[in-house]
């Protein structure tokens, strides 16, 4: 049991130290429209979910 605990914390060490020489990943870049289609598909979603049809299979 012993054994296993410190290869676990060595990984753990070997990981650590991986990990703070690992270059920072640049940040995220999201499409300049992407609020727009997200805001259209939201809305079709919308109305979709409001007509008669949906209202009677959800009940």
């Known amino acids: 049991m012993l054994a296993i605990a410190l290869v676990l ?3 753990k ?3 650590l130290e991986a ?3 690992s270059p ?3 940040a ?3 499409h300049p429209s992407l609020t727009k289609l997200y805001r259209e ?3 079709g ?3 979709a979910l409001s007509g008669p049809a949906a209202r009677l ?3």
């Open 19 to 21: 990990l703070a020489e």
């Open 9 to 11: 914390k060595g990984a």
């Open 45 to 47: 979603l919308a109305a």
């Open 57 to 59: 299979q959800a009940i």
């Open 41 to 43: 598909k939201i809305s």
């Open 28 to 30: 995220l870049r999201l």
């Open 24 to 26: 920072e990943l640049p």
């Open 13 to 15: 060490v070997c990981l």
